[in-house]
């Protein structure tokens, strides 16, 4: 299911009109790129013997040649880094390739005596110079991380450019090295050493040179990006949070995502008139946010209109995922974007929810079957929760967590507990008869944020792995039983993605074109939880909410996409501890608390 979008008539005149501002970026960058890869040829081949310049190039000093191969090459290297800035509109990207195109063009027409090629650097650089004003786009928030892997990227592609130039000329080499030799020679090179590999007349000069020249390029670019001044993601301040907290208290039972806006990981932005906002976090250059903006209906233009200023100043890629039916209208009528259907999600209705009844006879069976385990269940709010079982629950709820990284972006808050979260509800199985753990008689955690005064909206679910399977049922079913006695008339379940193509597809009559889309996310259900999830939540007889994606073009799906994955935690390109440590770490942490619990009961003790 999709959303149409109004502006088609606009987007015919734009057609006939040619093509966007924003394609020029886009092209200078990809000339900008090809650029690069011949500067970087003209500087790893040997020059044309048969040039005309080459009676010129006799009477030249002998080490401006291999001066200009190295100038070429760094200029090749760094203009390909720069290709992918100067396509979102950098204004620095821009500075760099304005005073790089010249030297390449120098180093071209020196080195291998191309007038073409030094030609094509200056015609890249026209249009640079025409369109400057398109080049705007304010820097990337930034880290130490970027650092290190430029370092480890750089060094890869030193290493294997090395080795091509070291082999780049056969008919000047001193015997027959082996690729040991070669490879030791690109890294002595690369330090500025010379290594065991020789050539004949001044090739030994230019290989040495054009090594040298990446060993430095690698070093100075690596202390650059240490060095330079972070510009860190944003992140919710207290005045925010007050703020929407404010408007959430007015406005929070329209969307049961509403509260995770709350996540200190994201930033915001106000309408003018204060009475909403969007709430977004920036990954890999994509302006993402989440569920439908908070506020009132009348007031979402306005934070909208500031949320896509935000992207076109930093030149990033807008996407919101998980927005409902009324959003994705919204955002498609505002600002021209398309909506794609991503999932549903499942809302089950308090009074209309009972264990009776054939359909619920696996869950009423299975949670039978837990209770006459031994097992009790607990539905509290955070703030009736004593702070050491507090503690002991958020311990538990990161040692259980499975994955090295806290997942969860949309519809995730990323705590436990916080005192901010009086709200919240807290659903827990204890086993008292069981052999107590760190961790004591707790087997079983399920987290909800209020969705609005009369809403809960399931944030998180973990388990002992030692505890008998059904936790999760047995939880989910207390926590709706409860629900009453904390005035809460409807609770949002987990999101299942691609819910309805794999409820059709699994039908009678359904074509072949679905059967194959639904055996395809089967077999992606290996990976990710698709079908698993949509089964689960199938199980609570729910009704299904649509949720949409809305992004600017078809070709920016796989993008958005993959820093979707990134934000929600199933792709992590950071060096996480090692597992092992991790698991120590939170051994730890469990044996301290409990030993400070230990402490305070022994003094109590000796106080009485």
């Known amino acids: 299911m999709s959303i149409g979008v109004p502006n088609r008539s606009s987007r015919v005149r734009q057609l006939i009109r040619g093509p966007r501002p924003e394609a020029v970026p886009a092209l200078v960058g990809r000339a900008c790129a090809l650029v690069g890869l011949l500067d970087v040829a003209a500087g790893v081949f040997p020059r044309f013997r048969h040039s005309r310049m080459h009676t010129l190039a006799e009477v030249l000093p002998g080490a401006l040649g291999p001066f200009a191969a190295a100038l070429s ?118 330090f500025g050493f010379e290594g065991p590999v020789d050539y004949q007349g001044n090739t030994s000069w230019t290989v040495a040179f054009s090594l040298g020249a990446l060993g430095l390029l690698t070093a100075i670019t690596t202390i650059y990006l240490a060095f330079r001044p972070e510009h860190p993601a944003a992140r919710l301040t207290e005045e925010d949070e007050v703020r929407l907290r404010a408007l959430l208290d007015k406005h929070g039972r329209r969307d049961s995502l509403g509260h995770f806006a709350l996540r200190r990981d994201k930033a915001v932005v106000f309408s003018p008139s204060g009475k909403a906002a969007v709430t977004y976090r920036v990954v890999s250059g994509v302006m993402l946010a989440s569920g439908d903006p908070i506020g009132d209906v009348e007031a979402w233009p306005g934070a909208i209109e500031r949320f896509m200023d935000e992207a076109k100043a930093h030149s990033w890629t807008p996407a919101v995922m998980g927005c409902s039916e009324t959003g994705g209208e919204v955002w498609t009528r505002e600002t021209g974007l398309d909506a794609l259907e991503l999932g549903d999600e499942a809302v089950v209705d308090v009074a209309d929810f009972s264990l009776a009844g054939r359909a619920m006879r696996n869950v009423r069976q299975m949670v039978k079957r837990i209770e006459r385990a031994g097992y009790e269940t607990r539905v509290r709010r955070v703030r009736d929760i004593g702070e050491g079982e507090l503690e002991r629950i958020r311990l538990a709820a990161e040692d259980w967590r499975g994955t090295d990284t806290e997942r969860g972006f949309s519809m995730a808050l990323g705590r436990i507990g916080d005192p901010t979260d009086g709200d919240c509800l807290i659903a827990t199985a204890h086993k008292a008869d069981a052999q107590p753990g760190p961790y004591g008689d707790l087997k079983a955690i399920l987290h909800f944020v209020p969705w609005g005064p009369d809403g809960a909206s399931l944030d998180l679910m973990r388990r002992d792995r030692s505890a008998d399977p059904g936790m999760n049922e047995l939880l989910i079913v207390a926590s709706l039983q409860a629900a009453p006695k904390f005035d809460v008339a409807r609770v949002s379940l987990n999101f299942a993605m691609f819910r309805s193509a794999l409820a059709r597809g699994e039908k009678i009559g359904a ?65 996480p501890l090692p597992r092992f440590l991790r698991r120590r770490t939170s051994a730890a942490r469990a044996c301290a608390h409990a030993v400070a619990e230990r402490t305070m009961a022994d003094r109590d003790v000796r106080a009485a």
């Open 511 to 575: 074509g072949p074109v679905l059967r194959a889309w639904r055996g395809l996310l089967v077999f992606l259900s290996r990976w990710f939880q698709i079908e698993s999830l949509y089964k689960f939540n199938a199980k609570f007889q729910p009704r299904w909410e649509p949720r949409f994606v809305v992004y600017r073009a078809s070709g920016d799906l796989p993008r958005i996409g993959f820093a979707a994955m990134q934000a929600e935690g199933f792709v992590n390109l950071a060096l």
């Open 73 to 190: 090459l760094s200029a090749g290297v760094l203009l390909l880094l720069l290709a992918h800035g100067l396509k979102r509109s950098k204004r620095r990207a821009w500075r760099a390739a304005v005073a790089l195109l010249p030297a390449g063009a120098v180093a071209q027409f020196t080195y291998r005596h191309s007038l073409v090629g030094a030609l094509i650097s200056v015609a890249l650089l026209v249009p640079l110079l025409r369109h400057r004003d398109q080049f705007a786009a304010l820097p990337d928030p930034r880290s130490r991380w970027r650092a290190l892997a430029n370092f480890v990227l750089m060094g890869a592609g030193s290493l294997g450019l090395g080795l091509v130039i070291v082999s780049a000329h056969p008919g000047r080499l001193v015997g027959d090295p082996s690729l040991a030799d070669r490879i030791s020679h690109v890294l002595y090179g690369l």
